[in-house]
């Protein structure tokens, strides 16, 4: 049974920059693929984000050149570097760790003015 635990979210201006973290306990975290999600008011939950046991990473088209997403496996992290940040990106953030669908509670990132 794998538990993980978002932090780091919060209230910024357009433009701003957070980053998100997911601490992962009870599994084999380097033989998990990690992947960010959200939610945003009214909308329905989007992936955003993946990082395989390789380290290959892929992103949304509305995140690409502005999130980074990385882990460390020592730590059991991993990580999610959301730059230039936009009022649409508003959402709570989900990590989910695959195989064995796993999901953490999510932390609430605010971007407005």
């Known amino acids: 049974q794998v538990q993980l635990v978002e932090s780091g979210g919060g209230l910024v201006q357009p433009g701003g920059s957070l980053r998100l973290s997911c601490a992962a306990s009870?599994?084999?975290?380097?033989?998990?693929?990690m992947d960010w999600y959200r939610q945003g008011p009214g909308k329905q939950r989007e992936w955003v984000a993946s990082?395989?046991?390789?380290?290959?990473?892929n992103y949304a088209d509305s995140v690409k050149g502005r999130f980074t997403i990385s882990r460390d496996n020592d730590k059991n992290t991993v990580y999610l570097q959301m730059n230039d940040l936009k009022p649409e990106d508003t959402a709570v953030y989900y990590c989910?760790?695959?195989?064995?669908?796993?999901w953490g509670a999510g932390t609430q990132v605010t971007v407005s003015s």
């Open positions: 990082i395989s046991r390789g380290g290959n990473r």
């Open positions: 989910a760790a695959s195989p064995g669908d796993y």
């Open positions: 009870g599994g084999i975290f380097w033989s998990y693929e």
